[in-house]
């Protein structure tokens, strides 16, 4: 009922940059939070960037001040700006939003992309 597609990933040279895309669509009736999340080759799943409806925004002390997330409420999209690119950037990247969906009644899901490569090499 819900689908949440990620795009722009892709491999870049370390201190490149790259923007990564993330569109909801189904049968929305209110997003709340929006993120971004990341996992390496035998890592864990770990936050990458946040947004609340409101506006707020935090990040992992990681990439603190070279990533940026943004989001168009109105076209149910969240960015991902990504800048000065590590090699430890690699990952499978995943959209992640909180989402009230509506069918016969209204119920809150957790929801999630399928992910889209990012790998930062020479």
């Known amino acids: 009922q819900v689908q949440l597609v990620e795009s722009g990933g892709g491999l870049v040279t370390p201190g490149g940059s790259l923007r990564l895309s993330c569109a909801a669509s189904?049968?929305?009736?209110?997003?709340?939070?929006m993120g971004w999340y990341r996992q390496a080759p035998g890592k864990q799943r770990e936050l990458v960037a946040a947004?609340?409806?409101?506006?707020?925004?935090n990040y992992s002390d990681s990439v603190q001040g070279r990533f940026t997330i943004s989001r168009d409420i109105a076209k149910k999209m969240v960015f991902l700006q990504m800048n000065s690119l590590k090699p430890e950037d690699t990952a499978i990247y995943y959209c992640?939003?909180?989402?009230?969906?509506?069918?016969?009644?209204?119920?809150?899901?957790?929801?999630w992309g399928q992910g889209t490569q990012v790998t930062v090499s020479s």
């Open positions: 947004t609340t409806s409101g506006g707020s925004t």
């Open positions: 189904g049968s929305i009736f209110r997003i709340y939070g």
């Open positions: 992640n939003a909180e989402i009230i969906i509506q069918s016969t009644t209204f119920y809150r899901r957790d929801c």
